[in-house]
């Protein structure tokens, strides 16, 4: 699947990547609309993603795809047939989740230093945070889509850094959707109260 689909600006897209992103972009733009058919989308991009960054030595985000199929299978099932319908986190649960990101974070860190992994902190921040991200989707909290938006963005200067251009311009588009997202389910969550 390394098989080059073609170049753009020097850089090689792989069959691979090109397919990870198009159903990763279908699957995260199904997610705004609060959709349940966006888990099977994160799963199929999960899979082929965790193939992807494997081969790149950034093995918290090839780990971070397996937590994204668990996921999709656990948001298929936790979303009702008409999808999510969003609500907010306590003040209590937002201090926990932020703790427990910071916790992890400082044991994380050094562990993929310690890997030989192509990047550390910023890995290791973007695994966490999606998790928690892609955890609180699933609770259907619409906190998630501001925590997708930082994360995305240090993502996008990740890969771009790391020469994944096509995977950055990915990750800049979704950027942009965590806001929509954001918008969208805050506004359905003040409609329902």
Do not use: C
């Amino acid at each position: 699947m390394s098989t080059i689909l073609f170049t753009a600006w020097g850089y090689e897209v792989s069959i691979l990547e090109f397919i990870a992103a198009i159903t990763s972009f279908i699957g995260v733009g199904l997610g705004v609309t609060a959709k349940r058919i966006t888990w099977p989308w994160w799963a199929l991009s999960s899979a082929l993603y965790a193939i992807f960054f494997y081969q790149a030595d950034l093995f918290a985000s090839a780990a971070l795809q397996i937590v994204f199929i668990a996921a999709a299978i656990w948001g298929w099932f936790g979303w009702g047939p008409k999808g999510a319908v969003p609500s907010s986190l306590s003040t209590k649960h937002r201090a926990m989740w932020a703790a427990g990101l910071v916790l992890l974070f400082i044991a994380l860190t050094p562990l993929l230093q310690n890997m030989g992994a192509a990047a550390t902190w910023s890995d290791a921040l973007i695994f966490l945070g999606s998790f928690f991200a892609q955890a609180i989707m699933v609770y259907e909290k619409y906190e998630a889509w501001p925590l997708w938006f930082a994360i995305d963005l240090l993502a996008t200067i990740q890969y771009a850094v790391l020469g994944y251009w096509f995977t950055a311009v990915l990750y800049a588009a979704f950027t942009v959707i965590a806001l929509i997202g954001w918008k969208r389910w805050y506004e359905s969550h003040r409609s329902a109260h």
